[in-house]
């Protein structure tokens, strides 16, 4: 079952602009894991968030955590064409196989 | 280093063929993956490996195998291959301990498409 639930499914922005995903989890967590996919390509990891962190940066990239809500969110400043991609959250649940748990992703359009 | 390779990256079998995909990693990595991924999903895991000669179902086995008979090397079987198997296929790698970062390296993927 997935995990993790991304919201907006998709979402369209002009360049430059703040794109904001969230990402809501069932169970609880060791950490949480962004990942990018460009069209037809693997996925990419982009950041990691731990279970006692709440906030976390990377160069434009802005991850929160609130475990209180289950819940995360990836926001990326002043977007660029190049960022058009899926984004997922995966969840590590602290198990001995470090098995990820994907959720659906959030399809980002970045016009220029 | 390539990373994690996959081979092949595309393929169309027909109802009850068999397979095998093949996965490489060059970083010595302890924990290999093996997801699939459809459309409008994010990715499921089939099975994976803690390391060399060690398999385990992930959460969604059926239908498919694995064996783990050198460390580099993560090999998934479909022995009678379903229109349900059509999907792209991602390997992943990651190493035992934490680096500080305990992420997860992916393959480019395998198209599949069962007719």
């Known amino acids: 079952s997935q995990q993790g639930e991304e919201d907006p499914q998709a979402l369209s922005i002009q360049e430059g602009e703040n794109a904001t995903m969230n990402c809501s989890y069932k169970t609880s967590i060791n950490n949480l894991q962004w990942y990018r996919q460009n069209s037809g390509r693997g996925l990419v990891h982009l950041i990691l968030?731990?279970?006692?962190?709440r906030e976390k940066h990377s160069g434009r990239l802005r991850v929160t955590l609130d475990t209180s809500k289950k819940s995360s969110s990836l926001l990326i400043t002043a977007s660029r064409a190049a960022d058009t991609a899926s984004y997922f959250c995966?969840?590590?649940?602290?198990?001995?196989?470090?098995?990820?748990?994907f959720g659906k992703g959030t399809k980002l359009s970045v016009i220029p | 280093n390539a990373g994690v390779t996959q081979t092949p990256k595309f393929r169309v079998l027909k109802t009850g063929q068999s397979m095998t995909l093949l996965c490489a990693q060059d970083?010595?990595?302890?924990?290999m993956y093996w997801y699939r991924q459809d459309p409008g999903m994010g990715l499921r895991l089939i099975h994976y490996?803690?390391?060399?000669?060690?398999?385990a179902k992930g959460e969604v086995p059926d239908g498919y195998n694995v064996s783990r008979l050198k460390k580099q090397n993560f090999l998934l079987g479909l022995e009678s291959a379903a229109p349900s198997q059509t999907s792209v296929y991602f390997c992943a790698s990651r190493p035992l301990r934490d680096i500080p970062y305990n992420e997860q390296f992916f393959g480019p993927g395998t198209r599949l498409t069962v007719l």
């Open positions: 968030i731990r279970s006692n962190e």
């Open positions: 490996s803690v390391g060399e000669g060690t398999t």
């Open positions: 995966a969840t590590d649940s602290g198990a001995g196989s470090y098995q990820l748990t």
């Open positions: 970083m010595n990595h302890e924990y």
